[in-house]
C-alpha cells in the first residue's frame, strides 16, 4: 500500500480545518437536497433517468478521479515521467468516444439499470448472475482501497488515527448516499471535482514558479534524468528497456485497448452516471464531455509529479528521509501551500477519497439489489422494498469496503492493485460485450464461459505464470498489461468455439442489443437543443480523439 514518509505532517490551523467542516457540512447538504427527489427505487438508483448531461459528464470523470489515482499518478510521473501520459490519451479516451458513440445507445436504449442487466437480456441468466457477482465483489474492494489509501494520507499529514479517518470518511459518504440516492453521489461528484481542481491547480502553478517554469522543469529533468524521461514513446521498441518495463505493442493492445476498453465501457461505476441521464442524447454525450477535462488532468495530476522529482531530488530513493514516489502530492503541498489553501488542499484530497469510494458504493447497491437480490432472492416484491433494500445494502457496502482495506494493505503499489483488479474483472467482461455486440450468432453459453475463463486466465498469468517467476516481465504494471491480453484472448477464444458447438439466441430476441439492430428506446428523438451542432455527439468524440493526439506531439520528440 501507500507508505507514506515521515516528516510529512503539515501545519494546518483552524483555518483549514474551518474550510474542511464547511466542506463536509455542504455534502450532507446536497444528500438533504436530493432526498426531496427520491421517490422510487429509480430515482434512488439511476436520479429517476433526469439528469442533464453537463451534470452527468462532470460526475462521470470525478467518479474516477479519486485521491487513488491523484497519488497513483503523481507518483508514476515521478517514477515514470511522460510515459504516464499514456493512461489518459491512449488509455482512456479512445474507449470514452467509443462508450459514448457505440455502447451507450444500447445501454441507455435497451433501459437496463446495470451493465450485468444487459448481460441478462443478451445472454441469459447465468452469464447476468456471475457478471453481477464479479462486479459486486470488485466494488467493494476498489472501496476497500479508497479507504485505506485515506486513511494512511490522513494519518500522515494531519496525524488522525487510520480507524479515525475512516471512519469519518465512511460515516458521510454512507449518509448522503443513503438520505439522497444516486442523484447525491452525483451532485457531490460535481462539486468534488470543482474542490479538486481547487486543490490542485494552485499545486501546479506555484510549483511550477518555484523550478523556474515549463523550461526549468524540463531542463533539470533532462540533466539529471535524460532525454528520454520526458518523451512518450522513445525506449518503448520491442526488446528495448524503458522504466515502465512495456514496450509499445503491450502499451497499445494491453493498455490502450484491452485495459482501456474493458474499463471505461463496462465499469458500472461509470456507466452508471450515464444511464441517470435525462434522455438518449444526453447518455451519449456524458462520456464525451467528461473526456474533455481527463485530457488535460496530466496537466494537474502528471506535472506535479515531475515538479516533485526536481524540488526533492531523494524522492523515491529512500535514505534518511525515506521519500517515496507516493510522497509527490504530500511534499508540495507541505513545502509549497500556505494556510487557507493548505486547507482547500487537504480538503481536496479527502473529496477525491470520498468520490471513488461513494462510485463504488452506489454501483454495488444498485448491482446487489437489482441484480442479485431482486433477480434472484426475493422477486416481485412491492417498489417500495428494493428502495429499503437499496439503502441497506448501501450501509453494508461502506462496512465492506472498510474490511476489504485490510487486503488492500498487503499491496506495495496502489495503482498496481487497481491495474491488477482492472485486468481480472473488467477485461474478461469487456470481451464478453464486444463479442456479444458484434456478432449475433454468440450464444448465450459463450458468454458465461468466455467471461469465466477470461477472469481465471488472467489470475492464472498474474499468480502462477509472473508471481512464480515462470515468464520473465520486467514490472508489475507490465504483468499488468500481459494478463490482460492473456485474458482478452482465452475469452474470445472460448467464445468463438463455444458458440460454435450451441445453439444462438433467435435473432428476433436480440433487438437493440446487438449492432444492426434498433429497439423502441433506441428510436428516441432528441430533445430540444440536442441537434445543436455543438452537442453532435460525432463532433464532440473526433474532437476529443484529435486533442488526445495533438497533446501527444510535445511530448514525442
Known amino acids: 500500500m501507500i507508505n507514506l514518509a515521515e516528516g510529512l505532517r503539515l501545519p494546518t490551523n483552524g483555518l483549514d480545518y474551518t474550510i474542511l467542516a464547511i466542506y463536509f457540512i455542504v455534502v450532507l447538504g446536497i444528500g438533504f437536497a436530493a432526498k426531496r427527489s427520491v421517490r422510487t427505487s429509480l430515482d434512488f438508483f439511476l436520479s429517476g433517468r433526469s439528469l442533464p448531461a453537463w451534470v452527468t459528464g462532470l460526475a462521470f470523470v470525478a467518479a474516477n478521479l479519486g485521491a487513488t489515482e491523484i497519488l497513483g499518478m503523481a507518483a508514476n510521473g515521478a517514477q515514470y515521467g511522460a510515459y504516464t501520459v499514456h493512461w489518459y490519451w491512449i488509455g482512456a479516451i479512445p474507449a470514452m468516444v467509443f462508450l459514448g458513440l457505440v455502447m451507450m445507445p444500447f445501454y441507455y436504449g435497451s433501459k437496463v439499470r446495470s451493465v450485468p442487466e444487459f448481460l441478462l437480456h443478451r445472454f441469459g441468466p447465468s452469464s447476468h448472475l456471475l457478471s453481477s457477482v464479479i462486479f459486486a465483489v470488485s466494488s467493494v474492494l476498489i472501496a476497500g482501497v479508497n479507504l485505506y489509501a485515506m486513511a494512511i494520507v490522513l494519518q500522515a499529514l494531519l496525524g488522525w488515527p487510520q480507524w479515525v479517518a475512516i471512519v469519518i470518511a465512511g460515516f458521510f459518504v454512507l449518509a448522503y448516499i443513503t438520505i439522497g440516492g444516486l442523484s447525491s453521489a452525483i451532485y457531490n461528484e460535481v462539486l ?7 486543490a490542485l491547480i494552485p499545486l501546479t502553478i506555484v510549483g511550477l514558479k518555484r523550478v523556474g517554469g515549463w523550461d526549468g522543469l524540463t531542463a533539470s529533468l533532462t540533466s539529471s534524468h ?16 524503458n522504466p515502465l518495463g512495456a514496450n509499445w505493442l503491450t502499451i497499445v493492445l494491453g493498455l490502450g485497448f484491452v485495459m482501456s476498453f474493458g474499463y471505461w465501457t463496462t465499469n458500472f461505476a461509470e456507466v452508471q452516471r450515464a444511464l441517470s441521464a435525462k434522455n438518449l442524447s444526453a447518455a451519449k454525450r456524458t462520456p464525451l464531455i467528461a473526456a474533455f477535462p481527463k485530457i488535460l488532468i496530466p496537466m494537474v495530476v502528471v506535472v506535479p509529479g515531475l515538479i516533485a522529482l526536481v524540488m526533492e531530488p531523494s524522492l523515491g530513493k529512500g535514505g534518511a528521509d525515506g521519500l517515496q514516489y507516493n510522497d509527490a502530492i504530500p511534499v508540495l503541498m507541505r513545502d509549497l501551500l500556505p494556510n487557507g489553501v493548505l486547507g482547500i488542499a487537504v480538503t481536496g484530497l479527502l473529496a477525491a477519497f470520498m468520490a471513488g469510494m461513494a462510485a463504488n458504493v452506489s454501483s454495488f447497491n444498485t448491482v446487489f439489489t437489482n441484480d442479485i437480490w431482486a433477480a434472484y432472492l426475493k422477486k416481485g416484491r412491492p417498489d417500495s422494498h428494493y428502495l429499503k433494500t437499496g439503502r441497506v445494502v448501501t450501509a453494508v457496502g461502506v462496512l465492506m469496503g472498510m474490511g476489504t482495506a485490510v487486503i488492500a494493505s498487503s499491496f506495495s503499489n496502489i495503482m498496481n492493485y487497481l491495474q491488477t483488479l482492472f485486468s481480472f474483472f473488467n477485461v474478461p467482461l ?16 459463450a458468454g458465461f464461459w468466455g467471461l469465466l475463463s477470461g477472469t481465471v486466465a488472467a489470475m492464472i498469468n498474474y499468480f502462477w505464470l509472473y508471481k512464480q517467476g515462470i515468464i520473465s516481465i520486467p514490472s508489475e504494471q507490465g504483468a499488468n498489461f500481459v494478463s490482460s491480453i492473456v485474458a482478452f484472448v482465452v475469452g474470445a477464444l472460448v467464445m468463438l468455439i463455444v458458440t460454435l458447438v450451441t445453439k444462438p439466441k433467435p435473432v428476433e430476441s436480440l433487438a437493440g442489443l446487438v449492432y444492426g439492430t434498433r429497439s423502441p428506446g433506441m428510436e428516441e428523438p432528441p430533445a430540444e437543443g440536442d441537434d445543436a451542432w455543438y452537442r453532435k455527439p460525432a463532433l464532440l468524440g473526433w474532437s476529443a480523439i484529435v486533442l488526445a493526439a495533438v497533446c501527444y506531439i510535445p511530448f514525442s520528440f
Open 192 to 198: 468534488q471535482f470543482f474542490v479538486i481542481l481547487a
Open 226 to 241: 535524460g532525454d528520454a524521461f520526458l518523451t512518450a514513446w522513445k525506449g518503448t521498441g520491442i526488446g528495448e528497456s
Open 430 to 445: 469487456f470481451v464478453v460485450f464486444i463479442i456479444g455486440m458484434f456478432w449475433k450468432r454468440t450464444s448465450a453459453a
